[in-house]
């Protein structure tokens, strides 16, 4: 185990210094030094970012889009935008296993906020069956299905709206330290396409898909600009959620993500139990890091059991229900031995060539964007 952090080899890619201090630990500072500005420098580059965002929304009804979740850092997003003076459009993904506490506060902050909310209820059918694909298909990381869905219908309704800043709740200080092996690429839709067409049955005809193609022509041609708007913050969880729940009666669930009913079984149960993966390592490993929580702590926490047994059957029985999955048939899945995302398709090499043409012609770009 790391000596600064609780990353151990449950990592199969984590190395050591000879002081045993992980590479989790020099990743997070360099992250950090490199984009988390000092005072009072954030707070300027802040109200710049926000004076640009209010210049190019005039004349509009919205100036931002935001997801909403009803998570801490979607829920305190959303505070801190109407805070700012910022008038986003909403955007929540209904995927079948919001949590009774998540629906209450997507609505009280919708409400206390006045803001406008677009949910995406996805078909239940199609979206179980790409699920269900990524779990025969022994993959990590089959939140890509919900994450997928949700930047498509975001980055659609960013140039339907005529609206290039979405800001997100993803933070330096409190996600940072995740191994690549534990998650995988949300917008890489030939992945995804290739395993639902091995291991799906239903036809896709609603989902919404983000291809690569729809990358560069988002990027690139309409100019869309993601805001990670926590990091020009002093950005405190124990700090936000105090806040929320004060100014938007914000109730808590639980774990990190865990708005989700199927995330939370997925993370605390198929996860450690299939792929050997406690992301909580992970999540506390970065509180240690941004100075949130001591190391002494974080093992502590990481002592507690990640289910009691009682919920985890109740939750257990209700995933098989709707997934419509006998016992035998999910410990079939679960004894399958895990496979990597590279034996199925990928635009992960396409988008590789692109980021290199666009570094290599960075200079020739800006000489003809300068008019000279």
Known sequence: MCSKTIMDTTDPNIDFD???????????????????????????????????????????????????SGGVDSSYVAWLVHDLGLRPLAVHLDNGWNTELAVHNVHEIVSRLNFRLHTLVVNWEEFKDIQLAYLKASVVDIEVVSDHAIFATMYKLAKERNIPYIISGTNIVTEEIMPSSWLYHKMDYANLKDIHRQFGTTKLKTYPTFNFRKYVYYSAVFGLVPISILNYTDYIKSEAKKTIISELDWRDYGGKHYESLFTKFYQAYILPQKFGIDKRKAHLSTLICSGQMTRAEALDELKKPLYDQQQLEEDKEYVLK??????????????????????????????????????????????????K
């Open 18 to 68: 000879e002081k045993g201090v992980s590479n989790h630990y020099y990743q997070y500072e360099l992250a950090a030094s490199q984009n988390l500005l000092p005072e009072p420098r954030r707070s300027q580059e802040l109200e710049r970012l926000v004076s640009v965002i209010k210049k190019n929304g005039k004349g509009k009804k919205y100036d931002c889009l935001i997801g909403l």
């Open 322 to 371: 709707k997934f419509e999955l006998s016992e035998v048939e999910f410990e079939d899945i679960m004894k399958t031995p895990p496979r990597p995302h590279s034996d199925f398709k990928s635009d992960i090499p396409l988008k590789k060539k692109y980021m290199e043409l666009l570094k290599k012609t960075s200079s020739f770009r800006r000489f003809f964007k300068s008019g």
